[in-house]
């Protein structure tokens, strides 16, 4: 293209399209997660549609840094669970939120915060149980010499704590990008 006419046309900030993420079920409307580009910076957050409303509404989940993928959204009964990516100095930083009321109030909770670490890939997965929510996420593993797949187990709903990764990858199986699938039970 064309240079810009002034050093003052650089500072225009080129508009883009938001980042849509996976979406969830929730009772008759589906909530989504999404990255949207404001200024100089990327709020994360989530669009519900459908069911009882008719215009849809965003929910705003905060500020997030670096080249991330967009939050993934799980229902929990009436309430959703959230897993926001987010660049931090030593990798990616995943943070858990529960929203409550999503369709109505939708009143955000924010947990725990695990190290995704500085591989090459930034793939995490979440689904939720009605006992337990699970998150799993690829990592480096330095000792190993490879990437390995971690996971937490939280209680249903509570996003609070988050007890200490498990490995869940064979201790010489090079793995990432996992995925989850819900299954009866």
């Known amino acids: 293209g064309a240079p810009p006419a002034s050093e003052d046309d650089e500072a225009i900030d080129v508009p883009f399209a938001p980042e849509i993420g996976t979406a969830t079920p929730l009772n008759d409307a589906f909530a989504v997660g999404v990255l949207e580009p404001q200024g100089k910076t990327t709020r994360a957050g989530l669009l519900l549609v459908g069911g009882p409303l008719s215009a849809g509404k965003k929910v705003d989940l905060g500020a997030v840094h670096g080249d991330v993928i967009a939050p993934r959204p799980v229902a929990n009964g009436a309430a959703l669970v959230v897993a926001v990516a987010d660049g931090a100095p030593h990798g990616t930083l995943l943070r858990l939120a529960r929203v409550d009321d999503p369709l109505g109030a939708a009143s955000v909770s924010w947990g725990a915060e695990m190290l995704e670490g500085n591989d090459d890939s930034d793939v995490f997965a979440l689904e939720a ?56 039970g």
């Open 129 to 184: 149980g009605e006992k337990s929510n699970l998150l799993v996420w690829d990592d480096w593993d330095p000792k190993a010499g490879h990437s390995v797949i971690r996971a937490v187990v939280l209680p249903s709903g509570d996003v609070s704590k988050a007890p200490a990764a498990s490995l869940l990858s064979g201790e010489h199986d090079d793995a990432e990008a996992p995925a989850l699938a819900v299954r009866p």
